[in-house]
């Protein structure tokens, strides 16, 4: 069988293109974008083809393609035109889902880190495939077990068939696909949970609790309501410390490379579903410890006087966390916040968290608003000046002046989107290594 992946080169369709090249298909894609992305890495290593322009495909072959790419995209409508079978991207992963006990990881924040933790742990000791949005993904037929990042935007989780259902937490997100707002979210986190055996979800998280579900489920958290938790905490620059407690019992103590709750809560999670399948206790501990996170997720460099960090923080709970774990890692220094919002529904719904999260940097910058689905001409009044004007000392900034960030000598600067952040962190490092 043959796929060809309109997109491949987004973070969720490039993890599906590995996976059905990791499967025995034949594996092609197209994408728009021309340039490097982090996510060419595992199709390169496969050699997956990526063609950016019109070329010959096979009438047998099944195409599958981003909903970033609308219908009238000359691309898809090129496939169509020639009569091809077409699938969306999330039945294809629903297909693959139902082949394996899947572990469904969901969530607004911490979907990729906890999907990676968990299949840490699993690859090295009963193996499994996994399907990850840092555009990581790899399967095998013979695996008996699959951790998939289950994503919320446009319901895609609901195509799923999940064993274990993990949720994170719950927060108003992707605005554009939830005209009912947070119930409605609630509601699609509800029925995806409802077709697991088991749920294990964030019990510390209101919204979550507020859910009634239909299976049994584990509640894991910082709170003593909860069936698995995390206390003796301690958070300091090398990361963190728990003891970890099940149904009032001490379970063991753990330590991890990463910083903030948000990590020790992530990391119960996969505690949990990993002792559910019998997994010893020493490989849970081991394997938490080596985790080391996800690409574009509070990754590190040092270049020269100054730190910089990577994160694919969009939403403010995201950037909140990310600003306070660098302040875990790095006390003593300047924590400097350089963010490009994405999408404009999303900056407008949450504007006033966007700038109470960034606040907390002792300086921000702001990019313009970056997207590619919704018109600006839409959202009258909605842009990043709007955030700037209300976050004290905050300041615009863009790839061609990002030189202003120079001045900023011996501090944290933190880079944060989901979208091509990369472009102005390539040319200030570029600057800083003069």
Same mark, same amino acid.
């Given at each position: 069988m043959k796929y060809y992946c309109i997109g491949i080169k987004g973070s969720g369709m490039s993890s599906l293109a590995n996976i059905l090249s990791d499967m025995g298909y034949s594996v092609s894609g197209y994408d728009d974008a021309k340039g490097y992305k982090y996510t060419m890495d595992g199709l390169e290593k496969r050699g997956i083809e990526i063609f950016y322009e019109a070329h010959d495909i096979d009438k047998d072959t099944?195409?599958?393609?981003?909903? @970033?790419?609308?219908?009238?995209?000359?691309?898809?409508?090129?496939?169509?035109?020639?009569?091809?079978?077409?699938?969306?991207?999330?039945?294809?992963?629903?297909?693959?889902?139902?082949?394996?006990?899947?572990?469904?990881?969901?969530?607004?924040?911490?979907?990729?880190?906890t999907s990676l933790m968990i299949s840490e742990i699993f690859d090295n000791t009963v193996g499994c495939n996994y399907f990850v949005g840092d555009g990581t993904g790899h399967a095998t037929k013979d695996n008996e077990y699959f951790v998939i990042e289950s994503d919320e935007f446009n319901k895609h989780l609901l195509a799923y068939h999940p064993t274990v259902a993990i949720i994170?937490?719950?927060?108003?997100?992707?605005?554009?696909?939830?005209?009912?707002?947070?119930?409605?979210?609630k509601d699609t986190f509800r029925q995806f949970a409802n077709k697991a055996d088991l749920i294990i979800a964030n019990g510390d998280d209101k919204n979550v609790r507020d859910i009634k579900f239909d299976k049994k489920v584990l509640y894991y958290g910082l709170n003593d309501n909860n069936d698995i938790i995390a206390k003796n905490v301690v958070l300091d620059q090398k990361g963190s410390k728990f003891d970890c407690f099940m149904n009032?019992?001490?379970?063991?103590?753990?330590?991890?490379?990463?910083?903030?709750?948000?990590?020790?809560?992530?990391?119960?999670s996969a505690i949990a579903v990993a002792n559910y399948y019998g997994i010893k206790l020493s490989d849970i501990k081991k394997n938490l410890a080596n985790f080391i996170g996800a690409k574009r997720r509070f990754k590190i460099k040092e270049i020269g006087k100054y730190i910089t960090i990577d994160d694919y923080a969009h939403h403010p709970t995201e950037i909140a966390v990310t600003i306070k774990a660098a302040?875990?890692?790095?006390?003593?220094?300047?924590?400097? @916040?350089?963010?490009?919002p994405n999408t404009y529904s999303r900056t407008e719904a949450l504007m006033d968290d966007f700038v109470n999260a960034l606040s907390l940097a002792d300086k921000t910058y702001v990019m313009d608003i970056h997207c590619d689905r919704e018109r600006q001409v839409d959202y009258p009044?909605?842009?990043?000046?709007?955030?700037?004007?209300?976050?004290?000392? @905050?300041?615009?900034v863009s790839v061609a002046d990002c030189k202003?960030?120079?001045?900023?000598?011996?501090?944290?600067?933190?880079f944060m989107s989901c979208t091509n952040i990369y472009e102005i962190e390539d040319e200030f490092e570029k600057l800083a290594k003069k």
């Open positions: 099944i195409v599958t393609y981003s909903k @970033a790419f609308s219908m009238d995209h000359p691309e898809i409508k090129r496939v169509k035109e020639l009569g091809l079978t077409l699938r969306e991207y999330k039945d294809v992963m629903g297909d693959i889902t139902a082949l394996f006990k899947t572990i469904g990881v969901s969530g607004t924040h911490g979907k990729t880190t994170t937490n719950i927060e108003l997100d992707h605005t554009e696909c939830y005209p009912g707002g947070i119930e409605e979210i009032g019992k001490k379970f063991g103590t753990f330590s991890l490379k990463l910083y903030g709750n948000h990590m020790v809560q992530n990391a119960l302040r875990q890692k790095y006390p003593d220094k300047e924590i400097v @916040a350089v963010f490009l009044g909605v842009s990043s000046d709007t955030i700037i004007k209300r976050i004290k000392g @905050a300041d615009k202003k960030l120079l001045k900023h000598d011996n501090s944290v600067i933190c």
